[in-house]
């Protein structure tokens, strides 16, 4: 056990790995070539008015031509591994259910390029690509008929790359895809579905997740791992005593009810079930027990807390208070600079869950990363934020917190989502007309820490 506690305040444990991110709709574009059929991105994307600019992953940052060079700049890095996620509907195109061959080709190509240059390929299977197929046959993930057709891709994936990714994570953040996407309808489908439906929907998701896992171990060698990534919402005690402390862990399980909690206990909270009255999701036993699958490793996206928590006399045992008007964020508004956030994430799902591996499959910041004439990206707010929040993930390993890993998100300024190319977390700043790439200062930076394996 000592030999994981450092004692130090800088230095991680000396087999942790550090790493970048991608998602496929983000950066490969390609959008129609060889033989990828269209998902709810792409149509959600190319309609008039939903994207920041109408900006769409058409093109993207052509990561599916510029993947060799692309890796090159993750060598620059010295990082060691990479977390890119695969686009189903480039294997599964339609609804004959029939493999694209070019499609598995691309990332047969991805995988060995990346382990050949030394980098340990963490495939994610749903960045939340659905092939448009589904959602127009079943509804997307209102249809249970989606999760099974999940398990079927994810059996398919293992077999053809299980040979040398050796690490797979599920599905990506559930709440996001799910609550915007099926709920306010902003994110792809752009549905707003009421309540009860909405429970169906997560449940669905949840029970995809579980399909899978069970579809990836029956297709692959005992040495492949698997996990999901989620972001969990993460209560942080407001003042950080023993009583708030506790609060927030009891908090944690609520407010993860529906995702991390039912996949990590193979049960819904009450209060979660009492909450949809005379409607709640429909399920049996068994696909709790799916759910519920034993993992390998779970993967944490944090980029600030979601609730800021104190011990209150009251049924729950705690109270949300409100983020201030003047809490600072980034140059996206939802993203409250709270460095605590990336510490009380690993801890609460230790302490909670007992779990023994964690990977922290994203965090990062967005900045303004302005290039000056001579191409230069003084990016120090996000040397900043790095340099704080890494503070607190080695607090968190340095008490004994299992994180293996950290992904920091992006490799590269990429599409992001309703702000188009508008918002930018990358290391490396792209030039979307020619596709260059140019390296900020923070990229710099991150070189340091991989290197020297400490916060700098
Ligand atoms: C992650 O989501 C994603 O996994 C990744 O693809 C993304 O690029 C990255 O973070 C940076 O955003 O549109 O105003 O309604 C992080 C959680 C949830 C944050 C959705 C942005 C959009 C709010 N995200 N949220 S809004």
Known sequence: KSDHLILDNTSFPADFLWGTATAAYQVEGAYKEDGRGLSIWDTFSHIKGNIKNNDTGDVANDFYHRYKSDIQLMKDLNTKIFRFSISWSRIFPDATG?????GID???????????????PFATLYHWDLPQYLQDKYK???????SKAFGDYAAYVARNLGDRVKN???INEFRTFIELGYGAGVFAPGLKLPEEKLGQVRHNGV???GLAVQAIRANSGADVKVGLADNLSIAVPVIENEKNIKAAKIAMREINASY??????GKYTENYLKSFGK?????TEEELKIISSPLDFVGLNVYNPTHLIEAADNKLGYEVIPFAKSFPTTTSKWEYIAPEALYWATKHVKDIWNVKEMYITENGSSSTDERTADNKIYDTDRISFLRNYLTQLQRATSEGVPVKGYFYWSLMDNFEWTSGYSITFGLYNVDFKTQKRFPKLSAEYYKEVATNNKVM
């Open 98 to 102: 029939k493999p694209n061959q070019k």
């Open 106 to 120: 691309f990332y047969n190509k991805l995988v060995d390029e990346l382990l050949a240059n030394g980098i340990q």
């Open 140 to 146: 997307g993930w209102e249809s249970k008929e989606t």
């Open 168 to 170: 797979f994570f599920t």
């Open 207 to 209: 029970l995809a997740h």
């Open 260 to 265: 991390l909690t039912v996949i990590l206990e």
């Open 279 to 283: 409607n709640p999701p429909k399920f």
